[in-house]
């Protein structure tokens, strides 16, 4: 749980501190990501409500800065399609362990 918060940390500061324009750090950090939820087994609902939290700044950002919004609304929609897969993967394990 704190590997997942200290990545959640990183990403914030890639939104407000660095001014990488890179596409590469959005395909590393998610793998990152997805990797730690694999193998920490984090709740997928965390990382859903991570991409929520994300979105519900970029609606304020938005007022703010239009960048930092954009990068928030990038990291928001990286963050809930990986929760979303995860969920998914989620309920094929649980069904092959009620067989």
Known sequence: MSFFIALIS?????IFLLKIESELIY???P????FTEKHFKVDAKIT????????SLCAVF????E???SKLAVW???LLLSGTFKMIFQ???????KK
């Open 27 to 29: 395909v590393f950090i």
């Open 91 to 97: 309920q094929e394990e649980t069904k092959k362990l």
């Open 67 to 69: 960048t930092v919004a």
């Open 48 to 55: 859903i409500v991570s991409g929520l939290f994300f979105l």
């Open 10 to 14: 990183l990403i914030l500061v890639n």
């Open 31 to 34: 793998v990152i990501v997805i």
């Open 62 to 65: 938005m007022l703010i800065n």
């Open 76 to 78: 928001a929609f990286l």
